[in-house]
């Protein structure tokens, strides 16, 4: 079973920016696709964006194009969230998840699930 740990939430101002790991617990590099969601309070989780397997191929939601960026370190087994010029709107628990392609972004059905890590975005 591969397991996914995500780290670097925290406390930021709006217009901060934060940097999010998703460590994996075996060689992801040409076998998983990894993403990121977040759900808000009292709102419904979304997909935020999404890596290939070979890095090549990646995808932003709309409200965060422009602002946050996936990458991945395969050698480190990790795929880093930047997120830049946070808004509130951009508070929520933030999970990484896997899969064979990025097509699980929009099912909202991944195989693994990460535990997730809070971001709060306040003055």
């Known amino acids: 079973q591969l397991q996914l740990v995500e780290s670097g939430g925290g406390l930021v101002q709006p217009g901060g920016s934060l940097r999010l790991s998703c460590a994996a617990s075996?060689?992801?590099?040409?076998?998983?696709?990894i993403g990121w969601f977040r759900q808000a309070p009292g709102k419904e989780r979304e997909g935020v964006s999404c890596?290939?397997?070979?890095?090549?191929?990646?995808n932003y939601a709309d409200s965060v194009k422009d602002r946050f960026a996936i990458s991945r370190d395969n050698a480190k087994n990790t795929v880093y969230l930047q997120m830049n010029s946070l808004e509130p709107e951009d508070t929520a628990v933030y999970y990484c998840?896997?899969?064979?392609?990025?097509?699980?972004?929009?099912?909202?059905?991944?195989?693994?699930w990460g535990q997730g890590t809070q971001v709060t975005v306040s003055s």
């Open positions: 890596i290939s397997d070979s890095g090549s191929s990646t």
């Open positions: 075996d060689f992801i590099s040409d076998y998983y696709a």
């Open positions: 998840a896997a899969d064979q392609s990025c097509g699980f972004i929009q099912s909202g059905s991944p195989e693994y």
